[in-house]
């Protein structure tokens, strides 16, 4: 009777119908949707090279090799109208890199400080951080790059009579010009110098930190660091003679000479990319502030610690675990917005590209090369900000 009972389920399991199996019909789902894939990807490829094939284009990135043609306006490389389509692509993908970086660091510092600004006891400094956040928030991000370019750095006065600012630097309506330094012979000590005091200044922050865990006593880091970085290139600086000199800008009748210039166009952009970012930047900090327990704050202050050390040591660290993640779709964002640059003519990677797709045609490989540049741009933001997200994650003893 034992037997009959342990093999009846047996029987009925058998019995039944092999689709109401939930392995097999989860088999079955995912073999169609692959099929539908896999055949939807083949029609689009076929469509794409059978109209290429009638409009007489031919496919394929050798055009790269072939002469631009053209000039860029700012590029921190060589480049030419004789330069290769390949080096132009190069000169767009550097430039959105330069903003990409420059917008995220500069976004960052004006977000932190609006954040724990709109937390402040401060009337005037909290109303003032709320308005900020207020008017940057709700303007599309191409108008606040259209207000910089046309209503700010283009009422500047002409070049002849660009506003002269302290250290040789000069303002005006063709953007800013500022002394270029020369390396001589000898520059590479002080460069070297600098390698040093960054790779000492990590090793001592990181010895701090453990022996900070280790007896709880802290160590002047900033000072610490601040003194390696600068300090340390300047003595080298000074003892190889000054080995750096400065080609100077000067204020001509017509026009600047000398030096170098940074365009209105990417003063906009960056300018524009900043402010904007920060605003969002600033209301993740301070959510991430709000997220710590007021009983931290208040056991730092029985303690006599001071309320600015408080922030800084105490509130800050841990809210940082609450304001990475979404900080990180802030940078990707900021990263994704520099494509607006062609807007207002700066030579970013789409506005060179755009510019290589109307005279080649070769519009798909210029679309595919935007694709994977902003996708690979995105990933890698992604990967260091994880890795930075899990090293300041707590850890469990």
Same mark, same amino acid.
């Given at each position: 009777?034992?037997?009959?009972?342990?093999?009846?389920? /047996?029987?009925?399991?058998? $019995?039944?119908?092999?689709? !109401?199996?939930?392995?097999?019909?989860?088999?079955?789902?995912?073999?169609?949707?692959?099929?539908?894939?896999?055949?939807?990807?083949?029609?689009?490829?076929?469509?794409?090279?059978? !109209?290429?094939?009638?409009?007489?284009?031919?496919?394929?990135?050798?055009?790269? @090799? $072939? @002469?631009?043609?053209?000039?860029?306006?700012? $590029?921190?490389?060589?480049?030419? $109208?004789?330069?290769?389509?390949? @080096?132009?692509?190069?000169?767009?993908?550097?430039?959105?890199?330069?903003?990409?970086?420059?917008?995220?660091?500069?976004?960052?510092?004006?977000?932190?400080?609006?954040?724990?600004?709109?937390?402040?006891? !401060?009337?005037?400094?909290?109303?003032?951080?709320?308005?900020?956040?207020?008017?940057?928030?709700?303007?599309?991000?191409?108008?606040?790059?259209?207000?910089?370019?046309?209503?700010?750095?283009?009422? +500047?006065?002409?070049?002849?009579?660009?506003?002269?600012?302290?250290?040789?630097?000069?303002?005006?309506?063709?953007?800013?010009?500022?002394?270029?330094?020369?390396? /001589?012979?000898?520059?590479?000590?002080? +460069?070297?110098?600098?390698?040093?005091?960054?790779?000492?200044?990590?090793?001592?922050?990181?010895?701090?930190?453990?022996?900070?865990?280790?007896?709880? /006593?802290?160590?002047?880091?900033?000072?610490?660091?601040?003194? %390696? #970085? #600068?300090?340390?290139?300047?003595?080298?600086?000074?003892?190889?003679?000054?080995? #750096?000199?400065?080609?100077?800008?000067?204020?001509?009748?017509?026009? %600047?000479?000398?030096?170098?210039?940074?365009?209105?166009?990417?003063?906009?952009?960056?300018?524009?990319?900043?402010?904007?970012?920060?605003?969002?930047?600033?209301? *993740?900090?301070?959510?991430? *502030?709000?997220?710590?327990?007021?009983?931290?704050? /208040?056991?730092?202050?029985?303690?006599?610690?001071?309320?600015?050390?408080?922030?800084?040591?105490? &509130?800050?660290?841990?809210?940082?675990?609450?304001?990475?993640?979404?900080?990180?779709?802030?940078?990707?964002? +900021?990263?994704?917005?520099?494509?607006?640059? &062609?807007? *207002?003519?700066?030579?970013?990677? &789409?506005? &060179?590209?755009?510019?290589? +797709?109307?005279?080649?045609?070769?519009?798909?490989?210029?679309?595919?090369?935007?694709? *994977?540049?902003?996708?690979?741009?995105?990933?890698?933001?992604?990967?260091?900000?994880?890795?930075?997200?899990?090293?300041?994650?707590?850890?469990?003893?």
């Amino acid at each position: 009777m034992a037997i009959g009972v342990t093999n009846a389920p /047996e029987r009925s399991r058998s $019995s039944g119908s092999i689709i !109401n199996d939930p392995q097999v019909r989860g088999v079955f789902y995912q073999a169609i949707t692959i099929i539908i894939l896999a055949a939807l990807i083949y029609w689009i490829v076929d469509n794409t090279v059978d !109209n290429l094939r009638r409009a007489n284009i031919a496919s394929g990135y050798d055009f790269v @090799r $072939s @002469r631009a043609g053209f000039d860029v306006g700012q $590029s921190l490389i060589s480049f030419t $109208s004789d330069s290769t389509y390949g @080096r132009a692509l190069l000169v767009g993908f550097i430039n959105t890199l330069l903003v990409a970086i420059t917008g995220i660091i500069t976004a960052t510092i004006i977000g932190f400080i609006v954040g724990i600004g709109r937390l402040s006891h !401060n009337w005037i400094i909290a109303k003032l951080s709320l308005a900020y956040v207020e008017v940057f928030r709700n303007i599309p991000p191409l108008l606040v790059i259209f207000f910089w370019y046309s209503g700010v750095l283009s009422i +500047l006065p002409q070049a002849r009579d660009a506003l002269a600012l302290p250290f040789d630097i000069f303002l005006s309506n063709r953007g800013v010009a500022f002394p270029r330094p020369i390396a /001589e012979e000898g520059a590479e000590y002080t +460069l070297l110098a600098f390698v040093i005091a960054v790779a000492a200044s990590v090793f001592f922050a990181r010895y701090a930190r453990q022996r900070q865990l280790a007896t709880g /006593e802290r160590l002047p880091v900033l000072w610490t660091v601040l003194g %390696l #970085i #600068i300090g340390l290139p300047l003595v080298t600086f000074l003892v190889t003679g000054a080995p #750096i000199t400065f080609d100077i800008p000067v204020a001509g009748k017509f026009n %600047l000479t000398g030096g170098s210039v940074v365009g209105p166009e990417f003063m906009s952009l960056f300018l524009a990319l900043s402010f904007y970012t920060a605003a969002f930047i600033a209301e *993740i900090v301070r959510a991430g *502030i709000r997220g710590v327990s007021k009983g931290q704050t /208040e056991a730092a202050h029985a303690l006599g610690i001071r309320p600015a050390l408080t922030t800084r040591l105490v &509130v800050v660290p841990q809210a940082m675990r609450i304001i990475i993640p979404p900080l990180t779709s802030q940078y990707l964002n +900021l990263t994704k917005n520099s494509s607006l640059a &062609v807007a *207002i003519g700066y030579a970013d990677l &789409v506005a &060179v590209g755009g510019t290589i +797709l109307n005279q080649t045609g070769q519009s798909i490989e210029i679309v595919s090369i935007w694709l *994977i540049v902003y996708l690979s741009l995105s990933l890698a933001t992604s990967l260091f900000m994880n890795w930075y997200n899990a090293r300041m994650a707590l850890v469990e003893r």
